[in-house]
T-cell receptor
Framework: DQQVKQNSPSLSVQEGRISILNCDYTNSMFDYFLWYKKYPAEGPTFLIS?????DKNEDGRFTVFLNKSAKHLSLHIVPSQPGDSAVYFCASINSGGGADGLTFGKGTHLIIQP | DGGITQSPKYLFRKEGQNVTLSCEQNLNHDAMYWYRQDPGQGLRLIYY???????QKGDIAEGYSVSREKKESFPLTVTSAQKNPTAFYLC????????????????????FGPGTRLTVL
């Protein structure tokens, strides 16, 4: 039973355009969300996060939007660059107790085409 | 140069043998975590530790064991009881365990090591 869902296994975007990666969650106790970027055979690196008390957080080319009523968040990358090609994981933290680690989605492989 | 180190990067073992994966951090973080990644899957939590001498099972703890005798170190042992041990193992740490929406991002952010790919033959 997946609590964090990334329904697009891969996404191809032209360089310079906007990349939009989506993430849905089912657990209403999740109240902090993070996006990680991962290259093959490396550990994930933190990209950007958002607390449920906000609906938008921006950091340079990266913006995360949170729609709590829809239990949906998205990561926007604009403009997309070749170095953005990687797997992006959406992750959440449960404020209601339970295991203290992050709950991850399965990831979306972003491919930036020249 | 602060960070998390995992060694070795690649590890091969025969079926039925226990194997211990190393994880060290010099970030002075309280909390440490072990995740496993399988092809086409997200990361799944195996064990976590919020403080020294304390650890808790994650979602897929069966067949694994850990210890947290020192703040800097959180080794993971993959035992012969783990039915599908071949995977990419990732260690992470965070400044504190737990979630506090009022804190800044460093309170919740987890930093990951480079990973160990374990192959059981």
């Amino acid at each position: 039973d997946q609590q964090v869902k990334q329904n697009s296994p891969s996404l191809s975007v032209q360089e310079g355009r906007i990349s939009i990666l989506n993430c849905d969650y089912t657990n209403s106790m999740f109240d902090y969300f993070l996006w990680y970027k991962k290259y093959p055979a490396e550990g994930p690196t933190f990209l950007i996060s958002i607390s449920s008390i906000k609906d938008k957080n921006e950091d340079g080319r990266f913006t995360v939007f949170l729609n709590k009523s829809a239990k949906h968040l998205s990561l926007h990358i604009v403009p997309s660059q070749p170095g953005d090609s990687a797997v992006y994981f959406c992750a959440s933290i449960n404020s209601g107790g339970g295991a203290d680690g992050l709950t991850f989605g399965k990831g979306t492989h972003l491919i930036i085409q020249p | 140069d602060g960070g998390i180190t995992q060694s070795p990067k690649y590890l091969f073992r025969k079926e039925g043998q226990n194997v211990t994966l190393s994880c060290e951090q010099n970030l002075n973080h309280d909390a440490m975590y072990w995740y496993r990644q399988d092809p086409g899957q997200g990361l799944r939590l195996i064990y976590y530790s919020q403080i020294v001498n304390d650890f808790q099972k994650g979602d897929i703890a069966e067949g694994y064991s850990v210890s947290r005798e020192k703040k800097e170190s959180f080794p993971l042992t993959v035992t012969s009881a783990q039915k599908n041990p071949t995977a990419f193992y990732l260690c992470a740490s965070s400044e504190h365990g737990g979630n506090d929406r009022g804190r800044d991002r460093s309170y919740n952010e987890q930093f990951f090591g480079p990973g160990t790919r374990l192959t059981v033959l």
